[in-house]
């Protein structure tokens, strides 16, 4: 005969709890309190600047003349002008080489190189490199910019290493002359943080890769650059907000030529707001390079909490 069924009783102190869990996130009321300064210098430093400057780039503002204090709002004609002005389409794409080609690529892989040198030089070269990369990139924009105008003229080093003390490399060749200025300034940043994340390779892992008779790239490109690879994107973005905001280096350069050449979104705000004394749309082209570092901004914090 089948046994019967017996009840079984849980005790009260298994069973399953109701209700909502006791070791959920709680929101503190209290931690307002404590965010209160920073939310005012947050206000009072960044948010009310940037929308005074978005208001600014819709009134008729200039730098002298009648509107120079009773200026008006002039609602989407800033804009208009804007979407005509084909200085502002070349200024745009020369923006994105300069801080692509010279910034995201340039510095980027520059860094690479030498925090991979750094790693498995000896102890002379290592300080030595070191110390000249760190120094350059620890120097003043202003002094950057003279080092590379004198680098790159005629009669400079640059000319006399080509055998040709007339050559003016910065006339001819200005955005060229630009970028490696900037690689030259901001690479030892780059160093910096990727020596970082190459600690971050297990020796084991190369070593067990060595015994099995792996190369040098093979190595490299299936372990170390896997690996490093959320700091190889996070230093990307760093470095592009970086050298979108670099106007000193150019602006001392070039200042924007010769013609607009080198007529990056940051100078060429410049020269409608203080050269040719138009500041509302000087403030809107700046506008524009605050939608530009948004959205490089946006990306970092996303890529930073996918691979912290």
């Keep these: 005969m089948a046994r019967s069924a017996q009840a079984i009783t849980i005790p009260a102190s298994l069973e399953m709890p109701s209700g909502p869990r006791q070791d959920r996130e709680h929101f503190q009321w209290g931690s307002l309190l404590l965010l209160l300064p920073s939310v005012l210098l947050l206000a009072g430093l960044f948010l009310f600047p940037v929308g005074y400057a978005f208001y600014l780039g819709f009134t008729n503002l200039a730098l002298i003349g009648p509107t120079a204090q009773n200026f008006q709002f002039t609602g989407a004609a800033n804009l208009q002008t804007l979407v005509h002005d084909?200085?502002?389409?070349?200024?745009?794409?020369?923006?994105?080489?300069?801080?692509?080609?010279?910034?995201?690529?340039?510095?980027?892989?520059?860094?690479?190189?030498?925090?991979?040198?750094?790693?498995?030089?000896?102890?002379?070269?290592?300080?030595?490199?070191?110390?000249?990369?760190?120094?350059?990139?620890?120097?003043?924009p202003v002094t950057a910019a003279l080092i590379w105008y004198a680098f790159s003229t005629a009669n400079g080093t640059m000319a006399v290493l080509a055998l040709n003390p007339k050559a003016d490399y910065l006339h001819t060749a200005p955005m060229l002359m630009?970028?490696?200025?900037?690689?030259?300034?901001?690479?030892?940043?780059?160093?910096?943080?990727?020596?970082?994340?190459?600690?971050?390779?297990?020796?084991?892992?190369?070593?067990?890769?060595?015994?099995?008779?792996?190369?040098?790239?093979?190595?490299?490109?299936?372990?170390?650059?896997?690996?490093?690879?959320?700091?190889?994107?996070?230093?990307?973005?760093?470095?592009?907000?970086?050298?979108?905001?670099?106007?000193?280096?150019?602006?001392?350069?070039?200042?924007?030529?010769?013609?607009?050449?080198?007529?990056?979104?940051?100078?060429?705000?410049?020269?409608?707001?203080?050269?040719?004394?138009?500041?509302?749309?000087?403030?809107?082209?700046?506008?524009?390079?605050?939608v530009i570092a948004t959205i490089l901004a946006f990306a970092y914090v996303r890529v930073a909490r996918v691979t912290i």
Excluded: K
């Design 86 to 140: 084909s200085v502002f389409y070349q200024s745009l794409v020369l923006t994105f080489i300069f801080v692509f080609g010279s910034g995201v690529v340039g510095v980027t892989v520059l860094g690479l190189l030498l925090a991979l040198l750094m790693q498995h030089a000896v102890g002379v070269i290592r300080a030595i490199v070191g110390s000249i990369v760190i120094v350059s990139w620890m120097l003043p």
């Design 178 to 290: 630009v970028c490696l200025a900037n690689i030259w300034a901001t690479a030892g940043f780059a160093m910096i943080v990727l020596s970082a994340g190459l600690r971050n390779v297990p020796a084991e892992i190369i070593e067990a890769s060595q015994v099995e008779g792996a190369r040098i790239w093979h190595r490299f490109w299936s372990i170390t650059l896997p690996i490093m690879w959320p700091t190889i994107v996070t230093t990307v973005l760093l470095v592009g907000l970086l050298t979108l905001a670099n106007f000193s280096l150019v602006y001392i350069m070039t200042a924007g030529g010769p013609g607009n050449s080198t007529n990056i979104l940051p100078v060429y705000s410049y020269q409608q707001a203080f050269s040719f004394d138009h500041l509302a749309y000087g403030a809107l082209l700046g506008d524009v390079m605050v």
